[in-house]
């Protein structure tokens, strides 16, 4: 995809493929800028990445402490049912979802994409109950004796002893709404809300693509999800071997 991006037009469509390029071709990369407004679809995409990742976060934090921490009647029954839902294929929900976002007249604004991540994901969830359960009940005791409530407790114990499991809930979150692409392509119709992923789209046409432009819009793209993994990747280990911890 790199080196594609460098190459002249008849270079990419040479048969057989040629790896790299004969003549570095940098004008891509300020085309593909000019070609649609990237940094106005960079501005959603960040608005909606933001937003979400803040929303899942808390969300999924406060529903899996009073799954883990909080005894209540049905805790376990609501909770299978809970991780139940994880078994729906995400597509069969996608018409109902649409339908329902159509009523509420959210459609082709950035509501669909923001909002639903106020009530959290089961998967995440799940992770954080996981990993709340292995903080020794002792300590949240104490700070109850010393006479703090549920909230305070969660605030000023639970979270600043969970970082690396809300680290890794908030990477995945970015990822996911960073690389969407059928659910933003569903609910948006205005060109002036459309994400990164929408907009590299645009290269391609009827009857021909814009490979160079499109190649090079695509490496910019990627240039922060590939950072992103570099600084992280410890809590993308963590976020997949917590799921293995006692529950």
Known sequence: MATTSLMPVE?????????????????????????????????????????????????????????????????????????????????????????????????DTLKPLTIPALTGSAFYIFLLRQFFMTIPNDLSEMAEMDGAGDFRVFWNMILPLSKPALSAVAVFTFLGSWNDFLWPLLVLNSEDKYTLSLGLYRYIGRYSAQWGLLMAACTMVTVPVIVLFFVAQRYFVQGITLTGIKG
Do not use: D
């Not at 969300?59 to 029954?77: D, E, H, Q, T």
């Open 11 to 107: 270079q990419i469509l040479e048969v057989p493929l040629t790896w790299v390029p004969r003549r570095y071709i940098w004008s891509n990369y300020p085309a593909a800028l000019i070609y649609f407004p990237f940094f106005l679809f960079l501005r959603n995409t960040m608005i909606i990445c933001v937003f979400t990742v803040v929303a899942t976060v808390a969300s999924c934090a406060l529903v899996a402490y009073g799954f883990s921490r909080i005894s209540w009647p049905g805790r376990n029954l609501v909770f299978a049912i809970l991780i139940a839902t994880m078994m729906i294929p995400y597509h069969v929900t996608l018409i109902p979802t649409f339908l329902i976002y159509k009523w509420l007249r959210w459609l």
